[in-house]
């Protein structure tokens, strides 16, 4: 199922407007990123998805946010929470359950499972996120990424068809934020709709269907990630967000006249500039 | 010859828990030097950097700051000479307006009134936060609450800072403002050491970064000579950023920033356009 | 030592206090301490827990001491002394043999306590190392900013609100973020619960019922004969 906002706008209760006017779909089985500087809004258009907003806070709202076909003013939290899987910025908070099994376990409680089906899809779910066999493991003793991947477990284990995820990677060093990513993008390929916000694009580089900027509360664009990227590297204020690698790219785009393919990584970049220079026997004839 | 402002010899350090964290590490930073230490979690670098504020001791070794022994001085005495900015800036903030909280250091080491406000008026100045002097600042964003945290350790005058992953979590533009404000304190004069994983901003920012893997000093020099391929990094858990992984894989061309991998690649590219035309 | 359900354990507290009122000798209660340590030490307690016993012991001591000096006979302040020892060293073995969650689980299953009660004990305890750790980073931070717990009481006091309120704050956003994503997991939710905890009542479980339920009734005559 597809989300699609038309039209929406949103103001907290007290507050100035946070989300102003916004269209835009994220169609199902996607990989979509929100990005923007900070304050942007971004945080409040994932939670919008989850019904958090204006569910939970109140405040003012025009337009609406379809989650396939329901209206997420017209649901509540918890049933939404059936099809949209949320992990908060601040994940640690979220895990409530003294160990793992238990927190995986929280959110099938009232699902009417018996115990050993409950157990079943807990170690399922652990599975998925590569932290099998920790079910003993109290959640006080996890290390950070640990955590991460737990509370991801947490949600995936009610089965949602959308995951929402507010700057998963912001925590964790490289290895620990390129783990991540990985385990979302096996869970888009396993046919989850993924949503994230993060705002360090090199990290989904290999991964995003869609991006789609915020800049105070407004949509500035939306669409692939060579779109994008090429309409961010445009405007002055939205530049610093592009990745290193892009950066190289569109200026040599520039400065050649070139057009090079849409690069997920340093080697397919690398191979693809290769073809264009000369090998070392022409380069060193050349400067003799 | 620049003076050794921190120096730390052969100190030793294992955890309780097992393990050791320092293993006989010599470490000195020079006065007026923008200097980073790198490693994957666990190497020890944050370690070494809690040492120089006494916030830990060392098993063994000596640690001394502008040449006094440190042994005996607490971090509360480190405070004068050094300033620590912790990486999340909400575990000190509990003021209610950011001239009180950027205050708080001066009040606890006893400058006078005028010396505070002087010292205040300066650290905002230069974080560029005089405009939010009144704000209350819990409601700041993380770039400013972290701006917050540097103008609160600056406005204690100390010699040299020190910052823990200042830019985790922060958006490019957070990283690229906070980096700038280093680079104006280190112009400054103030000694700038960073513990971080970001090889991007080691690569454009940063003199000098010293390697610690498994409690052990394996690499001290400049960011060039790092990334210059010679080294075997990534058993590090270092990734070179981008451009220069870039640069390496590309025939003929050597370049160890983004200017020049692509001044040459143009050239390459264009001489081979005019020369088909 | 068989494994007991947590609700015949939270029978047993109930039952021991009872007992403790019931049995008219000093020499009645002497036993029944000295079964209720038994009983603590068959299931291996840890130094901490073995600790506490003897911190409830002294306190009784106290409590006897005290009766002494007040008037009551020699006799009587022991057995107040061992009738306090017995109703709080009951509630020792049960933190000591129960985990917490196995707790909960059967108040709310069996006990028709309502579960956002139970939920409020095991999540606090689960946020206790969170916390330490949190105090521990406050006060390092501060400290770097030249914080000295020194001076008279009052000052401390004043002083210590640099560590109090970061993390009062923290404490805060924390439960602020909990609740939503309770929501959003759908905690709000009515129905049976099913819960990790296996805290289904077994034949030793009983047997144990059974044997308190006898016991009871005997001291009860015992009480009522002696009168």
């Known amino acids: 199922m597809a989300i699609q906002f038309e039209n929406f706008s949103?103001?907290?209760?007290?507050?100035?407007?946070?989300?102003?006017?916004?269209?835009?779909?994220?169609?199902?089985?996607?990989?979509?990123?929100?990005?923007g500087p900070s304050s942007a809004g971004k945080t409040s258009l994932a939670l919008a998805i989850a019904g958090v907003v204006p569910h939970y806070f109140?405040?003012?709202?025009?337009?609406?946010?379809?989650?396939?076909?329901?209206?997420?003013?017209?649901?509540?939290?918890?049933?939404?929470?059936?099809?949209?899987?949320?992990?908060?910025?601040?994940?640690?908070?979220?895990?409530?359950?003294?160990?793992?099994?238990?927190?995986?376990?929280?959110?099938?409680?009232?699902?009417?499972?018996?115990?050993?089906?409950?157990?079943?899809?807990?170690?399922?779910?652990?599975?998925?996120?590569?932290?099998?066999?920790?079910?003993?493991?109290?959640?006080?003793?996890?290390?950070?990424?640990?955590?991460?991947?737990?509370?991801?477990?947490?949600?995936?284990?009610?089965?949602?068809?959308?995951?929402?995820?507010?700057?998963?990677?912001?925590?964790?060093?490289?290895?620990?934020?390129?783990?991540?990513?990985?385990?979302?993008?096996?869970?888009?390929?396993?046919?989850?709709?993924?949503?994230?916000?993060?705002h360090q694009l090199e990290r989904v580089l290999p991964y995003a269907s869609q991006v789609m900027v915020l800049q105070a509360g407004c949509l500035k664009f939306a669409g692939s990630l060579k779109q994008t990227l090429a309409f961010m590297w445009q405007q002055p204020d939205l530049k610093l967000g592009v990745p290193p690698l892009w950066a190289v790219k569109l200026t040599l785009e520039e400065q050649t006249g070139l057009v090079f393919e849409g690069w997920k990584t340093a080697e397919q970049a690398a191979s693809e500039l290769n073809k264009l220079l000369p090998t070392c026997e022409e380069g060193v004839a050349k400067s003799a | 010859?620049?003076?050794?402002?921190?120096?730390?010899?052969?100190?030793?350090?294992?955890?309780?828990?097992?393990?050791?964290?320092?293993?006989?590490?010599?470490?000195?930073?020079?006065?007026?030097?923008?200097?980073?230490?790198?490693?994957?979690?666990?190497?020890?670098?944050?370690?070494?950097?809690?040492?120089?504020?006494?916030?830990?001791?060392?098993?063994?070794?000596?640690?001394?700051?502008?040449?006094?022994?440190?042994?005996?001085?607490?971090?509360?005495?480190?405070?004068?000479?050094?300033?620590?900015?912790?990486?999340?800036?909400?575990?000190?903030?509990?003021?209610?307006?950011?001239?009180?909280?950027?205050?708080?250091?001066?009040?606890?080491?006893?400058?006078?009134?005028?010396?505070?406000?002087?010292?205040?008026?300066?650290?905002?100045?230069?974080?560029?936060?005089?405009?939010?002097?009144?704000?209350?600042?819990?409601?700041?964003?993380?770039?400013?609450?972290?701006?917050?945290?540097?103008?609160?350790?600056?406005?204690?005058?100390?010699?040299?800072?020190?910052?823990?992953?200042?830019?985790?979590?922060?958006?490019?533009?957070?990283?690229?403002?906070?980096?700038?404000?280093?680079?104006?304190?280190?112009?400054?004069?103030?000694?700038?050491?960073?513990?971080?994983?970001?090889?991007?901003?080691i690569a454009k920012y940063v003199d000098r970064v010293t390697v610690l893997d498994s409690g052990n000093k394996v690499f001290d020099g400049k960011p060039s000579e790092l990334f210059n391929g010679n080294h075997t990094i990534n058993a590090w858990g270092l990734l070179p950023p981008t451009t220069v992984a870039l640069g390496r894989q590309l025939a003929g061309i050597t370049a160890d920033n983004a200017e020049e991998l692509i001044k040459q690649v143009t050239t390459v590219i264009n001489r081979r356009k005019e020369d088909h035309a | 030592m068989p494994k007991l359900a947590p609700l015949t354990k939270l029978i047993l507290t109930a039952a021991v206090s009872v007992w403790a009122l019931f049995i008219p000798t000093l020499s009645g209660l002497v036993a029944l301490a000295c079964g209720q340590i038994l009983l603590l030490l068959l299931y291996r307690p840890t130094g901490k827990q073995v600790k506490a016993v003897g911190v409830l012991l002294i306190f009784a001591g106290f409590l006897a001491v005290i009766q002494c000096v007040f008037g009551s006979s020699l006799e009587f302040s022991l057995m107040s002394g061992l009738k306090m020892f017995a109703m709080s060293e009951v509630f020792v073995f049960l933190l000591a043999t129960t985990r917490l969650q196995d707790l909960t689980a059967a108040l709310v299953s069996q006990c028709r306590i309502p579960y956002e009660y139970a939920f409020m004990f095991t999540s606090a305890l689960r946020f206790v190392p969170d916390f330490l750790e949190e105090s521990k980073a406050v006060r390092e931070a501060q400290a770097c900013r030249g914080y000295v717990f020194r001076g008279n009481p009052l000052k401390r006091l004043?002083?210590?609100?640099?560590?109090?309120?970061?993390?009062?704050?923290?404490?805060?956003?924390?439960?602020?973020?909990?609740?939503?994503?309770?929501?959003?997991?759908?905690?709000?939710?009515?129905?049976q619960r099913q819960f990790t905890s296996d805290v289904a009542i077994r034949g030793c479980d009983y047997a144990a019922m059974a044997l308190m339920l006898v016991l009871t009734i005997f001291l009860a005559v015992v009480r009522l004969g002696v009168y």
């Open chain 1, 58 to 198: 109140g405040g003012r709202q025009a337009g609406t946010v379809r989650v396939g076909n329901v209206v997420t003013a017209q649901s509540n939290m918890g049933e939404l929470a059936e099809q949209v899987g949320t992990v908060l910025a601040d994940y640690e908070s979220q895990l409530v359950a003294l160990t793992v099994a238990e927190e995986v376990a929280f959110g099938l409680e009232t699902s009417g499972l018996n115990r050993s089906q409950i157990a079943e899809l807990v170690s399922q779910a652990l599975a998925m996120v590569g932290l099998t066999g920790l079910e003993e493991r109290e959640v006080a003793a996890l290390s950070g990424g640990q955590k991460q991947r737990l509370a991801i477990a947490a949600v995936l284990v009610t089965e949602p068809e959308i995951l929402v995820l507010d700057e998963p990677a912001s925590a964790l060093d490289p290895e620990g934020a390129a783990g991540i990513y990985e385990l979302l993008y096996n869970l888009n390929c396993q046919g989850k709709t993924i949503v994230v916000v993060e």
């Open chain 3, 158 to 191: 004043m002083d210590y609100v640099a560590i109090v309120e970061p993390l009062v704050l923290r404490a805060i956003s924390r439960s602020e973020t909990m609740a939503m994503s309770l929501e959003l997991r759908g905690f709000g939710r009515r129905g």
């Open chain 1, 10 to 35: 949103y103001a907290y209760p007290n507050s100035g407007i946070v989300l102003d006017d916004i269209t835009l779909t994220i169609p199902r089985g996607s990989f979509s990123v929100i990005t």
């Open chain 2, 1 to 201: 010859m620049p003076d050794i402002l921190l120096d730390m010899k052969k100190v030793m350090f294992a955890y309780n828990s097992g393990g050791q964290a320092l293993a006989g590490v010599d470490f000195a930073v020079e006065a007026g030097a923008f200097a980073a230490i790198v490693g994957r979690n666990g190497s020890g670098k944050t370690t070494l950097t809690r040492m120089a504020m006494s916030l830990i001791k060392p098993a063994s070794g000596t640690i001394s700051f502008g040449g006094q022994d440190t042994a005996k001085l607490t971090p509360a005495d480190m405070a004068r000479s050094i300033g620590y900015v912790f990486q999340n800036p909400d575990r000190q903030i509990f003021r209610d307006t950011v001239a009180k909280e950027v205050a708080y250091g001066p009040e606890q080491l006893a400058f006078t009134p005028e010396e505070i406000n002087q010292s205040v008026a300066w650290a905002l100045r230069v974080t560029g936060l005089t405009e939010l002097a009144g704000s209350f600042p819990r409601l700041l964003s993380r770039g400013q609450k972290q701006k917050v945290a540097i103008a609160s350790a600056i406005a204690m005058r100390p010699k040299m800072l020190i910052l823990d992953e200042p830019t985790s979590g922060q958006d490019p533009w957070d990283a690229q403002n906070l980096m700038e404000l280093l680079t104006e304190l280190n112009q400054q004069g103030i000694t700038i050491l960073l513990v971080t994983h970001d090889m991007e901003l």
